[in-house]
């Protein structure tokens, strides 16, 4: 019987099983951020513990960086986030830890700089303060999010314990429609399984489309796999991910690429491979998607009239009912021509090159719509580079929007990019939880970066597949 890459991967990095059935899994790469790592620091210290394997540790600041340009001078206006960026310089000074810093151009969101570095590699273990962390299963590997007291861990063992995971293969078959994209193939999992489908399993994810996906497309599908209830997602290994990788600072180079190559084509899942469940979602059956309440799993297909509260099981029509209070929408409305007041693109689910290009193609000779405030945030200052150098911050200038420094900004606003009151958002982040964009009255409709663009400029959600880009095509 063959194997499944989670099996593989988790079978190879298992140290040994711990009395409590778990087991202790070695974390091949450990990704650190300003939020999550200053307690864990402090746990060693106290402890007086040190960081055995350095080497295997990077850090970026992320979530509590200004995106505005004249925000970001030092010391930063806000004394928490000057104290948790003073934190994390210190503490990877003191424990030999590269740190991608913003002064050297370095800086990004943490699961954006991992890939681009060429540290994100197939058959890993990966380990990150952070929710989104299976964004990097994108590469075949087995990405989780941790908290603080398991960042403290990793850092003084290199290890952490484990449960093991079943495994759901979803296999998207067929083909997308024109102005769908892998934003919506998220959604769309999501809304099948629910917010709670994916407990107890890492998912993974196959089939015609995922084969044919960029690699920047796959690490937005991975991305939200914990949005779905799931540990970890991933991808199997294949040429796209070897020609993404080839070349990456941090790749293997010479005979070890070609070391590197033989054994990531072996973690694949076997062709035999037995999973706990499997699931088909058909590629054409998938629209546009947009959220129309508080968790990712709430959402419809743009065209398609918002659900009925009793056509939910009983267990559900309550969170259902709030959702719609909180939102101030009606069953059965349409979510088309819902008015927007905030357009944020960026996040780690869709703030890469291809992303701002993408979004790029629906603004060109347009304007943001009057009252509408739009942002646009690179993923990293690497990603601004190469964008700039494109002249997309140009087109998004002229079209009204602001274009940022590199940052988490409006996905979880712990920074200054926030919402105010009621303000409604067409969002490319990943959450559309109570308050997730600062104000605790805001609300949050995520959408792919397409969508999210043509809703800036009509200035209410927009059907992306009627715009005049696809019919001239």
Known sequence: MGQSL?????????????????????????????????????????????????????????????????????????????????????????????????DAGEQGIVHVIGPERGLTQPGMTIACGDSHTSTHGAFGTLAFGIGTSQVADALATQTLAMSRLKVRRINFTGSLQRGVYAKDVALAYIHHLGVNGGVGFAYEFGGAIIDRMTMEERMTVCNMSIEGGARCGYVNPDQTTFDYLNGRECSPKGAAWESALADWKSIASDADAQYDDVVEIKGEEIEPYVTWGITPAQSVGVGQPLPIVNTFPVGDRLVVQEAYEYMSFAEGQSIIGTPIDVVFIGSCTNGR??????????????????????LVVPGSQSIATQAEAEGLDKIYSAAGFEWRNAGCSMCLAM???????????????????????????????????????????????????????????
Do not use: W
């Not at 990095?13 to 974390?27: A, D, K, M, T, Y």
């Not at 290009?357 to 009252?371: D, P």
């Not at 919402?419 to 958002?425: D, F, P, Q, V, Y």
């Open 6 to 102: 989670y099996s593989k991967v988790f079978d190879r990095h298992c140290v040994e099983r711990l009395p409590s059935g778990q087991h202790q899994i070695f974390i091949g790469l450990h990704l650190i951020h300003e939020v999550t790592s200053p307690q864990a620091f402090a746990m060693i210290r106290e402890q007086g513990l040190s960081v055995p394997f350095p080497e295997l540790t990077f850090a970026t600041v992320d979530h509590i960086i200004p995106t505005a340009a004249m925000q970001r001078k030092r010391p930063l206006m806000d004394s928490q986030a000057e104290e948790m960026l003073q934190h994390i310089e210190k503490n990877t000074r003191d424990f030999g830890i590269r740190f991608f810093s913003p």
């Open 353 to 374: 090159l291809s992303d701002l290009r993408e979004a790029a193609k629906f603004l060109h000779g347009k304007k943001v719509a009057a009252g509408v405030r739009a």
């Open 415 to 473: 920074n200054p990019d926030q919402l105010k009151g009621r303000e409604i958002c067409a969002s490319t982040s990943n959450r559309n939880f109570k308050g997730r964009q600062g104000s605790p009255t805001g609300r949050t409709l995520l959408m792919s970066p397409a969508m999210a663009a043509v809703a800036a400029v009509e200035g209410r959600v927009t059907d992306v597949r009627q715009h005049p880009v696809f019919s001239a095509q």
